[in-house]
């Protein structure tokens, strides 16, 4: 295992400023002094309660309790260990990362699988690169299909790094066995078709793609980890896909299909006010927007668009712009799509062109630019307007029935949304559409809740509704050594006295915060506190971590520390012994033969007890 070497760690903490660090998922806004706050990475939420103190070099959710510094954020958002971590901020931020002598640095058998097939990716990508460049007759098809067929520049291919498989899908096995990529890596990565047996050779890499336009699928963070491809004429006949237009990736350790948005990567960083995400059906599709100006155009992976895809966008903008195409797999799209949105909390419009039939963005913009899309703009229709009249097309005319049965169908989409404020905007708007008596729309949606609420109460709760505990302990429980904890943590001068005055058998170690306290008392008794910023050696797990992030971005509200501190060293005091006490009144009062019978040594230790339980508590501070 390659160690990184401890003053590196410390030198990389005082040079990272933990705002940029964060603002690349997170949009952070002032919060009074020094301190910066977002929308939460960590949970779905609406008002932001994510808090960073880039002086301190924390953050803290006061919504789902995650806390932490620069390394643990990219840890936890970005799925590395700690190494893979510190090595990531430090090409960020051009930080040269120093080993531990004779730990060996990173090889390819300590980096991740993860990490691996990123690389891997990373590789192939180069690799379609090339061939789709290249001056032979591969490269020359690619490019005529292109610009000819696609009508896309070749500026475009570069950016995005448009690539080729060749007829015979060659060259890239070889390719990858020279960089020495792992076997597993190999087997993972679902760029080839591999007898589970099979040895790894050259032959027995059999490439899943050929033929096709190679289009990089990255992850919210720009990394290459999928790929879609596009059939062409130079797809052979035994493609086990031969007539899908599109092939994707099968999911990886670095792929899931619902959990990616192509080109967020660029879109989130183009987003902003009057400047909403557009979403298209296709990559294709978003290239198109891109290449036209329209930089914020995002597409589903596949037909599906997810929950969880929903949730990942809310963190940059909450305004979407649909535009889907105007035929009925389209149509159809769009309306498994809005409760989703809703419940996620985004503001959704549908674009549409007033007296188009059939509306296909790709060809749109391509024939009339960015024009066009202030002129979609113009007719686009709210959520409601959309689903009401997907639900009844011709309100005017409908029968009381129909308009019931429309009302229902938006009254399903509508309680997804969480905000009661909302639903009772939505129900008011949809009534207009459906040409309803608002007030009668309003009971019978309140009819509809009430159902709803019925079949909801008579399912068993999923395990998983549970209200989590983790992260928040009763506020009663360990308070003194919460505080204590706050004081060695803040007051450092203080530890070493507490230390004294603190015997080990009063801690309650049945919790971190004990635990922590334990451990760090013993460092400063022994003289080897490292210091509060520099404590990632000191803790074992992730609750500690999160407990002394906590800590660390809390501002003690002590006028006065050592008065806190032998308070607390009092209670404990007072926890420790006086159930012993209790114990002895009780015996000395119902003396009995069989124990704990003599008197004499009862009293004495009762006296020794009260003695100690009076004891002042004075902390020898040293100055
Ligand atoms: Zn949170």
Redesign the pocket.
């Known amino acids: 295992m390659p160690v990184i070497k401890p003053t590196c760690v410390r030198d990389l903490k005082l040079r990272v400023n933990l705002a940029d660090v964060v603002s690349r998922m997170v949009t952070l806004r002032k919060a009074g002094g020094a301190r910066l706050k977002g929308l939460?990475p960590?949970?779905n939420?609406k008002t932001p309660?994510?808090n960073v103190d880039p002086d301190k070099g924390f953050y803290k959710?006061f919504?789902?309790g995650?806390a932490g510094d620069a390394i643990t954020f990219v840890r936890e958002t970005e799925q590395l260990n700690f190494t893979e971590a510190v090595e990531a901020l430090g090409k960020r931020f051009g930080i040269v990362i120093e080993y531990e002598e004779g730990s060996g640095g990173p090889s390819s058998a300590d980096r991740t699988l993860r990490q691996e097939v990123f690389d891997l990716h990373d590789a192939a990508a180069e690799h379609f690169y090339q061939a789709f460049k290249a001056k032979d007759a591969t490269g020359e098809f690619f490019q005529k299909y292109w610009t000819e067929k696609r009508r896309f520049t070749p500026e475009l291919a570069d950016e995005f790094k448009i690539g080729a498989a060749d007829a015979q899908g060659s060259g890239l096995g070889a390719a990858l066995l020279r960089r020495k990529f792992s076997e597993e890596a190999l087997r993972r990565c679902g760029l080839f078709f591999i007898y589970d047996d099979a040895a790894i050779t050259l032959h027995s890499l059999r490439p899943r793609f050929r033929g096709r336009l190679m289009i990089p699928i990255r992850d919210h963070q720009g990394r290459v980890c999928a790929f879609t491809a596009r059939q062409t004429e130079l797809t052979p006949d035994d493609d086990p896909a031969k007539d899908a237009k599109y092939v994707n990736s099968p999911e990886t350790p670095v792929f899931t299909k619902g959990n990616l948005l192509f080109n967020l990567d660029r879109a989130r960083t183009n987003v902003g006010d009057g400047k909403p995400f557009v979403m298209v059906e296709g990559q294709l599709d978003a290239l198109r927007c891109w290449s036209v100006g329209l930089k914020t155009a995002i597409a589903p992976q596949g037909t599906s668009i997810t929950e969880s895809q929903l949730v990942l966008l809310r963190r940059y903008h909450t305004q979407v712009e649909c535009f889907f195409d105007s035929d009925g797999a389209g149509q159809k799209a769009a309306l498994r799509f809005l409760p989703m949105a809703l419940k996620a909390g985004l503001e959704i419009r549908f674009l549409t062109l007033a007296g188009a039939t059939k509306l296909d963005p790709d060809l749109l913009f391509l024939e009339r630019g960015l024009a066009a899309y202030e002129e979609v703009k113009r007719g686009a229709q709210s959520a409601m307007a959309f689903a009401c009249r997907a639900a009844l097309p011709e309100p005017a005319t409908a029968s009381p029935e129909l308009k019931s049965r429309a009302a229902q169908t938006v009254f399903e989409i509508v309680a997804n949304a969480e905000s009661e404020v909302a639903r009772s905007e939505f129900v008011s708007e949809a009534a207009g559409h459906l040409r309803l008596p608002l007030a009668a729309a309003q009971k019978d949606f309140q009819a509809f809740l009430a159902r709803l609420g019925r079949q909801a109460a008579a399912r068993p709760a999923a395990p998983d509704s549970q209200p989590s505990t983790l992260n928040s302990p009763p506020a009663t429980a360990h308070t003194s050594e919460r505080d204590l904890l706050m004081i060695c943590l803040h007051f450092e001068n203080l530890g070493k006295a507490i230390s004294a005055a603190l015997p080990h058998e009063w801690i309650d170690t049945g919790h971190p915060a004990g635990v922590l306290l334990n451990r760090f008392l013993g460092e400063f008794e022994h003289d080897s506190w490292p210091g509060r910023d520099h404590l990632d050696d000191q803790l074992e797990t992730p609750e500690e971590r999160t407990l002394v992030a906590t800590l660390l971005f809390e501002t003690p509200s002590f006028d006065d520390p050592p008065k806190v501190a032998a308070e607390g060293l009092r209670q404990l005091r007072a926890r420790a012994l006086e159930p012993r006490l209790r114990q002895i009144e009780l015996a000395l009062a119902n003396p009995r033969a069989d124990i704990e019978s003599d008197p004499i040594s009862l009293l004495k230790e009762r006296s020794e007890l009260h003695r100690l339980l009076r004891q002042p508590i004075a902390l020898a501070v040293a100055v």
Do not use: I, T, V, W
């Open positions: 939460c960590f949970h939420e309660s994510f959710c919504g789902c995650k």
